[in-house]
């Protein structure tokens, strides 16, 4: 004679004071067990139980065990965590946010559940293969996926170092990366879970029996009383994860200002010292507000990696902003030599070599005492590379000036000038005359510049291309608006001599 009996689901299997409550000896595990770890305070598609171990479905029998969190686990939690991880075929951690698999998982709540799931499985030598199912809330691209795997093998490896033995990852687990937005992605998940276990499945016993024998084994093992970490590690590890943040966000609202002003083709006046300062403010602090942790041996290389992470997007900005101003400064300062250079093409032959020469001199100058402002010695960053291809370039320039479109026209404006007076003083007439000219200032900052004219008798025709619509110098000229992209002047001009 047997008696079968059925039990809602939700049913508490472990009350708080570590004990079983096994009111269900009906209920197979001939198709293997399926658990769901929750992740307190983490809205879920999969459970809704905030129990420590409670039965969520009979067939295939599902249990739902609460996760570990950083602000501390009971040995209670563990224990039901370490049974778990003995009964079930398959084990589905819920709760992965997309910010989990973004901050990494070595020092997360779910790296804490996971040690406990691995340590059971270790520590009891549990030979049967077991899938872990990662239930992501959010999209996951390729190589994310692939860097969790590689954290979670490295968290297996690790507490595996704890035994004696040589456990490999692949013997124990086969892992599976979901991504979990709905409630239709949800059931696929569990759908998959009770495929898993039953491929897993042991022996066929009651589930009852198998909760009981595994958490006897737990018990007697003693490593529910092991603690995943003490609790000022724990504390430790949020500390400096949140000194991260808190200086990553400082430097970036520091950074993005000066990236502002220099995508407007300017640069930063102060550079040098506004960059050294950030970078000891930002630096320091997180030293002061972490030093703590540097004590502790958990937690000083995971310190040590943000601080390294924290500097690499300091110096990466910095050198990012200086590179981009030494750009802007050598196209304005060949900007003001070519306009030095245009006022001193009346000069007289003689005079020419040593005005040029005076000109060289001071726009090397300028752009030397400029860099003085710009360099950040204590990355490398300092004038003398920028200075030297800069005097090659004012070089280059002063040597080919006098061929430029832009010397051309003014030369040919002058002889046209001389040659259009061809009559003779006395004689008497009215001439009528054209001249148009034409500029287009299409969009950019100065980096292309022509004219081209013709004359027929009296009339003339001048055309000029510029791309210097968005230099701010030019900007400022046209009372702080763009100029027009074509502009036509005509001039009728009367001659009348008497």
């Not at 809205?43 to 479905?57: I, N, P, Q, R």
Request: with cysteine; hydrophobic share 40%.
């Amino acid at each position: 004679l047997s008696f079968a009996v059925s039990v809602d689901a939700g049913s508490q299997l472990m009350d708080s004071a570590g004990g079983l409550r096994l009111n269900i000896p009906s209920i197979s595990t001939g198709e293997g067990v399926v658990s769901v770890i929750s992740s307190p305070g983490t809205s879920s598609f999969l459970s809704t139980s905030d129990d420590v171990l409670s039965l969520d479905s009979e067939s295939p029998p599902s249990l739902i065990c609460r996760g570990a969190t950083l602000s501390g686990t009971s040995s209670v939690e563990r224990s039901a965590l370490a049974t778990c991880s003995v009964v079930s075929g398959a084990i589905v951690v819920d709760g992965i946010t997309e910010g989990d698999v973004e901050a990494g998982w070595r020092n997360s709540r779910h790296a804490r559940t996971l040690t406990a799931l691995f340590r059971a499985r270790i520590a009891l030598e549990s030979d049967a293969k077991q899938t872990l199912i990662l239930c992501i809330k959010g999209e996951i691209e390729k190589s994310a996926e692939s860097g969790l795997r590689s954290e979670v093998k490295a968290l297996f490896d690790a507490t595996a170092a704890e035994s004696e033995g040589k456990a490999s990852f692949s013997d124990y687990y086969d892992v599976k990366v979901l991504s979990v937005t709905d409630g239709s992605e949800a059931e696929e998940a569990m759908q998959l879970a009770r495929e898993a276990a039953a491929e897993n499945a042991g022996s066929e016993t009651t589930l009852a029996a198998a909760l009981e024998q595994a958490n006897e084994r737990v018990r007697a093992s003693g490593i529910a009383s092991v603690a995943l970490d003490p609790p000022h590690v724990a504390q430790a590890f949020v500390a400096v994860g949140n000194a991260y943040s808190k200086y990553a966000r400082t430097a970036r609202a520091k950074i993005v200002s000066w990236k502002n002003r220099v995508a407007r083709g300017l640069w930063v006046e102060g550079f040098s010292n506004d960059a050294e300062t950030l970078r000891k403010r930002v630096l320091g602090s997180f030293d002061s507000e972490t030093l703590a942790a540097a004590g502790l041996p958990l937690v000083a290389p995971y310190r040590l990696e943000m601080r390294s992470q924290l500097a690499s997007l300091l110096d990466s900005s910095i050198r990012e902003v200086f590179a981009s101003q030494v750009t802007n400064l050598e196209k304005s300062t060949i900007k003001k030599l070519r306009a030095q250079l245009l006022k001193k093409l009346d000069v007289p032959p003689e005079d020419a070599p040593s005005e040029n020469a005076a000109a060289l001199r001071a726009a090397s100058f300028s752009f030397d005492s400029t860099m003085n402002d710009l360099e950040v010695p204590s990355l490398g960053l300092t004038k003398a590379k920028a200075c030297r291809e800069m005097e090659s370039k004012l070089t280059d320039e002063v040597m080919s000036f006098a061929d430029s479109p832009i010397a051309q026209i003014k030369r040919m404006k002058k002889v046209t000038k001389v040659t259009s007076k061809e009559k003779k003083p006395g004689q008497r007439s009215i001439d009528f005359g054209l001249d148009l000219v034409a500029m287009l200032r299409p969009d950019g900052f100065g980096s292309l510049q022509g004219f081209a004219g013709y004359q027929l008798g009296g009339n003339s025709v001048t055309f000029g291309i510029h791309n210097d619509a968005d230099d701010p110098q030019t900007i400022a000229q046209f009372g702080g608006v763009r100029p027009p992209l074509l502009r036509v002047q005509p001039k009728l001009r009367v001659d009348v001599e008497m």
